[in-house]
Nanobody, 122 residues
Framework: HVQLVESGGGSVQAGGSLTLSCASSVTTDSYCAGWFRQVPDREREGVAGIDSDGSASYADSVKGRFTISKDNAKNTLYLQMDSLKPEDTAMYYC??????????????????WGQGTQVTVS
């Protein structure tokens, strides 16, 4: 059973940076992974995804500001968030799948989810 644990959330002023981490309980170098976010009363949305070969994809709203990466040796996924805006405020979740995903931003493709970490930008 795969367990994902996010960390690194917090409060930051607009224009600041945060780095989120997602530690996996198993080796995930062959997995696809992604970061999603959700605000109350709205659907969870994809932020960034990364293939098993390291190819990254981003939502238009974060392109150029966020960077997804992974360290296979540490079984950890990262999301570097720069130039943060108040509209980036949300609960952020990491997700992983051991299957090839047709589209990285489709929630149903991911079998494993973390518990979430809150990011607040003021």
């Amino acid at each position: 059973h795969v367990q994902l644990v996010e960390s690194g959330g917090g409060s930051v002023q607009a224009g600041g940076s945060l780095t989120l981490s997602c530690a996996s309980s198993v080796t995930t170098d062959s997995y696809c992974a992604g970061w999603f976010r959700q605000v109350p009363d709205r659907e969870r949305e994809g932020v960034a995804g990364i293939d098993s070969d390291g190819s990254a994809s981003y939502a238009d709203s974060v392109k150029g500001r966020f960077t997804i990466s992974k360290d296979n040796a540490k079984n950890t996924l990262y999301l570097q968030m720069d130039s943060l805006k108040p509209e980036d405020t949300a609960m952020y979740y990491c997700a992983a799948s051991n299957r090839i995903l047709p589209e990285w931003y489709i929630l149903a493709g991911y079998a494993y989810w973390g518990q979430g970490t809150q990011v607040t930008v003021s």
